[in-house]
């Protein structure tokens, strides 16, 4: 089993630009969430999917969004990047179905680096 | 709104001593209560879950209701114990909180 995958590794953009961020879950897991992790701090949650879903919504403005596809993967869009958007941006799966959170599955993250 | 206070940024102890890294919660109802753990160069792996009432790798970690405390504990530390140790909460909203991290804790053990 690959673990959850996230793609790209490392990514460097420009203030004002957008991204997407692309993630892979475990191999039979329908629910994907996503986390920003600030250099220091703990993850912070953006985003959970379920179903292709969204089922919650972090504290976060609206020039982040995400979408889950049929085969359960995700992507993370942030538009208007500003120098705050630097972080490693973490992606979990899990297997949980309706009800309360189960145990997450880490990927390896992407590193976005704003200039 | 929920919260996991991590006290001790860094916590350094020799191999054999025992260990304990805190970790206090606030939240309104029942909360799930979990230990993260992320060794040098791997990714953020689940270490227990306080539902489980498990030991893993020695580490046992038991929920406070009254303290609202889920401190993990080891009695003889390891020096593979190195590591960042993150507590995290879920509340039963059905997922739409999330997962709350404190800011980690990085354990040293010293040979």
């Known amino acids: 089993d690959a673990g959850v995958t996230q793609s790209p590794t490392h990514l460097i953009k420009t203030r004002g630009q957008h991204v997407t961020l692309r993630c892979s879950p475990i191999?039979?897991?329908?629910?994907v969430s996503w986390y920003q992790q600030v250099l220091g701090q703990g993850p912070q949650f953006i985003f959970q999917?379920?179903?292709?879903?969204?089922?919650g919504r972090g504290n976060f403005p609206d020039r982040f969004s995400a979408r889950q596809f049929p085969n359960y993967s995700s992507e993370l869009n942030v538009n208007a990047l500003l120098l705050g958007d630097s972080a490693l941006y973490l992606c979990?799966?899990?297997?949980?179905?309706?009800?309360?959170?189960?145990?997450?599955?880490f990927g390896d993250g992407t590193r976005l680096s704003i200039l | 709104a929920q919260r996991v206070t991590q006290p001790e940024k860094l916590l350094s102890v020799f191999k054999g001593a025992p260990v304990e890294l805190k970790c206090n919660y606030s939240?309104?109802?029942?909360?799930?209560l979990f230990w993260y753990v992320q060794y040098s160069r791997q990714r953020l792996q689940l270490l227990l879950r306080?539902?489980s009432r498990e030991s893993i790798k020695g580490f046992t970690a038991d929920l406070n209701k009254g303290e609202t405390s889920f401190h993990l504990k080891k009695p003889f530390a390891q020096e593979e114990d190195s590591a960042m140790y993150y507590c995290?909460?879920?509340?039963?909203?059905?997922?739409?909180?999330?997962?709350?991290f404190g800011k980690g804790t990085h354990l040293i053990i010293q040979p």
């Open positions: 979990a799966s899990s297997l949980t179905g309706q009800g309360a959170q189960g145990p997450q599955h």
């Open positions: 191999s039979g897991h329908k629910s």
């Open positions: 999917y379920y179903e292709k879903e969204e089922r």
């Open positions: 939240y309104s109802g029942s909360p799930e």
């Open positions: 306080h539902i």
């Open positions: 995290a909460l879920s509340g039963h909203g059905g997922g739409a909180d999330g997962l709350t």
